[in-house]
């Protein structure tokens, strides 16, 4: 498995692997939210995007969210912060999520970041143990909801 910045011609098939990943959770084919899981090339623009491939198969990708990034929501100045972690459903249990998230951690530690701070959906349960397999906490002081209806949990790790 590879590691690396997404190329964008990867944009569209990340974006939909994406949306595959998240569409368990997703509120219906009303929800406005899986347009934005697809913009993969804006996020690309306004934060770091990477993915794991395995020769030309898009296993998965995370929002890193650097310094400065409007993506940010929860991280504090010390802190890195990634989002949308996404692993194409084929592909989960083999440790695509949890190698983007060990990346996400080695790039917060370059731009001098002392730990990490995420926001999950109570339900992505799956996701919450990878989590706890790298050492991260709930932190309930930073649980909050981005619209009626979200209500996201917050998990933080030092380094």
Do not use: N
């Not at 990340?14 to 990943?21: D, L, N, P, Q």
Request: aromatic share 6%.
């Amino acid at each position: 498995m590879e590691l690396r910045r997404i190329r964008p011609e990867e944009h569209a098939a990340a974006g939909e692997v994406c949306v595959a990943a998240y569409e368990p959770f997703l509120g219906g084919a009303e929800d406005d939210y899986r347009d934005r899981l697809r913009d993969v090339a804006t996020r690309d623009a306004e934060a770091e995007v990477w993915v794991a491939v395995e020769g030309d198969r898009l296993l998965g990708l995370v929002t890193s969210c650097v310094p400065g990034s409007p993506w940010r929501e929860i991280g504090r100045d010390d802190e890195g912060e990634f989002r949308m972690l996404a692993v194409d459903p084929a592909a989960q249990g083999a440790g695509a999520g949890t190698a983007l998230a060990r990346l996400c951690e080695e790039r917060a530690r370059e731009h001098g970041a002392v730990g990490m701070a995420l926001s999950s959906l109570a339900e992505m349960t799956s996701a919450h143990r990878v989590y706890a397999r790298l050492g991260y906490e709930r932190d309930p002081d930073r649980d909050w909801s981005p619209m009626p209806g979200v209500d996201l949990l917050a998990f933080r790790k030092s380094f």
